[in-house]
C-alpha cells in the first residue's frame, strides 16, 4: 500500500485538528505541569521543577481520608448496581412478563435524569425513612442512579451470548442454578467487568448525586470542590494528575481485556472457511 | 376429558420401546408446528427424522430434550414419563447443530462438564473423559480451546461431550450440515460405526435424504409437523406410501391415470391391476425401467416405446428424459451405455409401479 494517500488534504484541516486537540487536551497538559511548578498556579512560564506539592499531598490526611471514602462509595456502587443491574437484565432478556415495555423505560431512566433530580429525590427518601446522611447514603445513592449503566451493558452482553450453550448445560445435566455460575456468568465476564469499570469511574466523580446525599465525611470530588473555593492550590493539581493517571491505567486495562477476547474471535473467525 | 383418555402406564418389558411419543402436538401461538405425532424408538436403534426445514423435526427433537413442552400428548422413556421431568434429569443428551461448546472450557473440561455437575466421583472423571475423547480421536486436542478447533473436531468434542454422561438416547440435530461434503461423507461412516460399537439409540435429524438413507435402521419421514411415512430406508425407498415420500427420497416418475374393471390407464400406459376402480396415482422409480432391446415382452412387464429427448451422462448411470406419445416425459435410469437417440422401445415390470396416496 501506498504511504501517500491518493487525496491531498487541506493544510487547514490539519490545523482544525490540531486546534480541536489542543482544545482538549491542553488544559490537562497544563494541569499536569502546573502539579511540578515550584512557583504554583500563578507562576508562569514554570522554570524550577519541583515534587513538593506530591510531598505536601502524601502528608495531606484529610485527602488522604477522602480518597478511601471515595473508593469505598465507589467499589459498594459497583457491587450494588452490576448485582441488580444484572438481574434486571436477565430479566428483560429472558422473562416476558406484563408492563416489560415500562419496566425497561422505568431502569433506563436514571441514565438521562440530571443528577439534581436523582440527588434531591433520593435526598427526600433518605430522610423520609429516617436514615442518617452517611457515606452509606452515597453508596446507596451511587449504586441505585448506576444500575441503569450495569442494566444496558449487561443486556447487551446477554443479547450477545448463545443460548445454546445455556441449554447444552442443562442438557448435561446442570441444574439452572449451576448453569447460571458456570456457564452464564463466565460468559458476561467481559460485559461484567466493562461496567464494573464504568460505574467505579462514574461514582469516582460524580459530584451531584453525592452532595444530596453526603454526611461528614467527604468524598474526594467534594474535598477538592471544597477547597477550591479557598482558592486553586498545585496540590489540587497534584492529586488531579494521579486521578488521572489512575483513570488513564484503568482505560488501558479494560482495553486489553477487551482485545483479548476480540483476538480470540478474530482467531475462530480465522479458522472457518 | 373422557375415561378412555386415562393414562396408562406401558408394560415394561425386554420389547417395550426405549422411546414413546404419544400423540403430541406443539403449537407457537397460533402456529401449529407439530400435530398429533407418535412414533416409538427401540433401544439400540438409529432412527432419523427427516424433513425439510420448517417441518418441526427439530422442535420434535427439542421436546424430547426438554427445552419446549408438548401443547398435548406425552413423552415417556423406558416406561417412566420424561415431558414432565426439566431437561437437567433427563437421561438424554444432545448434540447440538453448531455444537454450543462451552468456550471458555477446555476441550477437556468441556467433555467433562456434564460429569462434573452431575457430582460423578472425582477418581473417575478423567480416565472418563479420556476414554470419551478417545472414541472421537481427539485425545490430543485435549488441552486446545474450542475456537482453535475446526468445525469437524468441534463436531467431535461434541460428541464426546454428550457421550460421556452415557444417556439412554443420544439426539443429534443436523450434527453435520456445517460440514463441507467430504469430511461430512467420512463423518457420516465415523457416526455410523460408533453407534454400532455403543450400542446407544440414535434420534438424528437432518433434511439430507441420502444421509437418513445411509445412517438410519428407520426413515420418521415428517412434513408439515405430522409424521408422513416410518419405514427403514430399503422399505420408504421401494415402498413409499405416498407421493411426497416418494418424491423426497430419490427420484420418481409420478403416474397419474384411472382404473376401469381391473385395467389402470395412465397416458398410453395401460396394465391388470386387482384393485377397485377410481382415479389411481403411481411411483414408478427411473431405474425399474429398462431399454426392451428385442422388442418382446414377458407377461408381467408393461412395455412401451418412447423419443429420447434428453441424456444426462452421470458416471456410472445415464438419465434419460423419454417421451412416451402423450406428452408425458418419463425419467429412465439405465446403466451406462452410450448415447441413445431416436425411439426406443421400454419396459418396466407392473411390480414396480407402486400405488401411493396424493
Known sequence: ?273 | MSSAAIPQAPLAGADAPLLEVRAVAKRFGAREVLKNISVNIAAGEFLTLLGESGSGKTTLLRLIAGFEEPTTGEIWMSSERLDTLPPHQRRVNTVFQNYALFPHLSVRDNVAYGLRVQGAPKKEIPSRVNEALAMVKMTEFAGARPSLLSGGQQQRVALARALVNRPQLLLLDEPLSALDANLRKQMQGELKALQREIGITFLFVTHDQEEAMALSDRIALVRDGALEQVASPREIYARPATAYTAQFIGQTNLLRGEIQRSIATCGVLRWPVEEPDGPVLFSLRPETIRLCADGKRQTHEVKFRGVVRQQIYGGSSELLEVDSGDGQLLRVRLPACGPLAGELDFVFSIADAIRVLD
Do not use: C
Request: no cysteine; glycine share 6%.
Open chain 1, 1 to 273: 500500500m501506498s504511504r501517500h494517500s491518493p487525496t491531498r488534504r487541506s493544510p487547514l484541516l490539519a490545523i482544525y485538528a490540531a486546534l480541536v486537540f489542543a482544545f482538549i487536551y491542553l488544559p490537562l497538559a497544563v494541569l499536569i505541569l502546573y502539579s511540578f511548578n515550584r512557583d504554583g498556579v500563578g507562576g508562569f512560564p514554570p522554570l524550577h521543577l519541583t515534587l513538593d506539592w506530591y510531598r505536601q499531598l502524601f502528608a495531606d490526611e484529610p485527602i488522604w481520608d477522602s480518597v478511601l471514602n471515595s473508593l469505598l462509595v465507589a467499589g459498594g456502587a459497583v457491587a450494588l448496581s452490576l448485582t441488580l443491574g444484572l438481574l434486571a437484565a436477565l430479566a428483560l432478556d429472558r422473562a416476558s412478563f406484563p408492563g416489560k415495555a415500562l419496566f425497561r423505560r422505568l431502569v433506563l431512566l436514571p441514565l438521562i435524569l440530571p443528577g439534581i433530580i436523582t440527588g434531591l429525590s433520593l435526598l427526600m427518601l433518605v430522610v423520609l425513612s429516617g436514615l442518617h446522611l452517611s457515606l452509606l447514603t452515597v453508596l446507596l445513592g451511587h449504586g441505585t442512579a448506576l444500575i441503569s449503566v450495569a442494566t444496558t451493558e449487561l443486556f447487551a452482553g446477554l443479547q450477545k451470548t448463545d443460548r445454546a450453550q445455556e441449554e447444552a448445560s442443562l442438557d448435561l445435566g446442570a441444574t439452572p442454578w449451576q448453569t447460571f455460575w458456570r456457564i452464564t456468568l463466565p460468559n458476561l465476564k467481559l460485559s461484567l467487568v466493562a461496567a464494573g469499570l464504568l460505574i467505579f469511574t462514574l461514582s469516582m466523580d460524580e459530584i451531584a448525586v453525592t452532595f444530596f446525599l453526603i454526611g461528614r465525611d467527604n468524598t474526594l470530588p467534594l474535598e477538592i470542590w471544597g477547597r477550591l473555593r479557598r482558592g486553586i492550590t498545585p496540590e489540587i493539581n497534584a492529586v488531579s494528575t494521579l486521578i488521572f493517571a489512575v483513570s488513564v491505567a484503568l482505560i488501558v486495562i479494560w482495553y486489553r481485556i477487551r482485545m483479548r477476547s476480540i483476538g480470540a474471535e478474530a482467531k475462530q473467525l480465522l479458522q472457518r472457511p
